[in-house]
């Protein structure tokens, strides 16, 4: 075998380590992010939105799971390929051990609520050099104790207001499920861009491997189609992340309404509490207690229906963001996706001669 063959053989397998100390400690992390932190609860929003939000949200981010695992899968396919072609090049050493899983190991890390509002997720470092991942609180929990305190003050005063007090503990938000959830889809996109172009990563020159053999050519355009891939898991990780964001902050808006009305309407129960405790106004605050009852119950039908609305609409995005398939099968060389890179087995053709 020629020298220069040997070295063909050295320059492949650096293009499957660079691949794999590139892409597979990102696609791993990313596949236990979404694995692990972005499951949410059936009351995430509340008892009575999970009707709507459990179904689709879930089949968006099993679509999402399935398709970072089958990325993953079809990494480790590339890299036992490469291997492979490479130590046809030089048959008199042992075969190639290469995985997709690289030196680096990083740590899907539990998404922690931060103390203050500020930003969205950031990546520190602690003490030691430990990553630690923090995001903002999306601030829902606070704007609902708000009113259904209001509310539940009301109800001591007129307990036709108990009406409103009902439709508001069913909207009841779990923060935290939230919070982690947006953070591990954020963590998600910023590990799958970390991974950035594999071709540039890799620098497989068409010397190492001449693109004037087919093979090659099957290969590299089988790498575009992993990146656009790649590319698109990425932009749906990150659609995940910012649908969360919007549908919060279009909620957060709607409970700071809702805030104001409640507040408006305790005020107005206690001035007509008031006026009823005068024989000449006794009438008129009884009638306007309830009058301020109805209305609050009325306000309070429309804020849960608006909610309702908004997350109803994120749910059919989530579904149609993870709409777009498996990445694509590894297909290399006339024997399928079963047999890759079949039409290399003799070094002493074709292509192994250049």
């Known amino acids: 075998m020629a020298p220069q063959n040997k070295h063909t053989r050295h320059l492949i397998e650096a293009a499957a380590k660079a691949a794999a100390d590139k892409a597979g400690p990102h696609l791993n992390v990313a596949v236990d992010y979404v694995d692990r932190y972005t499951e949410l609860p059936w009351n995430a929003f509340g008892a009575l939105p999970a009707a709507i939000l459990a179904g689709s949200y879930d089949a968006a981010r099993d679509s999402q799971l399935r398709n970072l695992r089958d990325g993953r899968e079809k990494l480790e396919q590339m890299v036992a390929g490469l291997a492979r072609v490479a130590h046809t090049y030089w048959t008199a050493e042992k075969a190639n051990t290469l995985t ?41 929990r606070p704007h609902w104790v708000f009113s259904i305190v209001t509310k539940n003050a009301s109800a001591r005063l ?74 698109d898991a990425k932009d749906a990780a990150s659609g995940q992340a910012t649908a969360i964001d919007g549908v919060v902050s279009a909620i957060r808006g709607i409970q700071m309404g809702m805030m104001i009305t409640d507040a408006a309407c305790l005020a107005a129960m206690i001035c007509f509490k008031i006026m009823e405790a005068f024989p000449l106004t006794t009438l008129a605050g009884k009638l306007g207690q309830v009058a301020v009852a109805i209305t609050n119950a009325i306000a309070t039908t429309a804020v849960a229906a608006a909610i309702l609305t908004f997350i109803a609409t994120w749910a059919g995005n989530a579904t149609s963001i993870a709409s777009a398939g498996q990445f694509k099968k590894l297909d290399i060389g006339p024997g399928g996706e079963e047999q890759t890179f079949v039409d290399l087995k003799d070094p002493t053709k074709d292509w192994a001669k250049a």
């Not at 590990?191 to 590299?220: C, P, Y």
């Open 100 to 140: 997709a899983d690289g030196k680096e190991k990083l740590e899907a890390t539990r998404p922690k609520p931060a103390t203050s509002m500020l930003g969205s997720i950031v990546d520190g470092y602690a003490a030691g050099g430990v990553p630690v991942t923090v995001l903002a609180a999306v601030a829902l």
């Open 158 to 231: 007129c307990p036709l207001a108990l009406m409103s007090v009902g439709t508001w503990a069913a909207l009841e938000p779990d923060e935290e499920s939230l919070s982690q959830a947006k953070g591990a889809w954020e963590q998600t996109a910023e590990h799958l861009k970390n991974i950035g172009d594999l071709d540039t990563a890799m620098g497989l020159s068409d010397d190492a491997w001449s693109v004037e053999n087919e093979s090659r050519r099957q290969f590299n355009a089988w790498l575009a189609d992993f990146q656009v891939e790649l590319n």
